[in-house]
């Protein structure tokens, strides 16, 4: 049986990419919240 093995190689690279968005998302969110901090700090 191939069939797993070539549904986990598509499943990598989606994965990958799926969490590549999500830290781009979460460091979008952070620098969001952390630039009026240092606006004020200046």
């Known amino acids: ?4 093995k070539k549904i986990s190689q598509f499943h990598q690279p989606v994965l990958e990419t799926l969490c590549m968005i999500k830290l ?3 460091n979008k969110i952070n620098t969001m919240y ?3 901090i240092f ?3 200046a």
């Open 39 to 41: 606006f004020f700090q």
């Open 34 to 36: 952390h630039q009026p």
């Open 1 to 4: 049986m191939n069939l797993p």
């Open 24 to 26: 781009l998302i979460d």
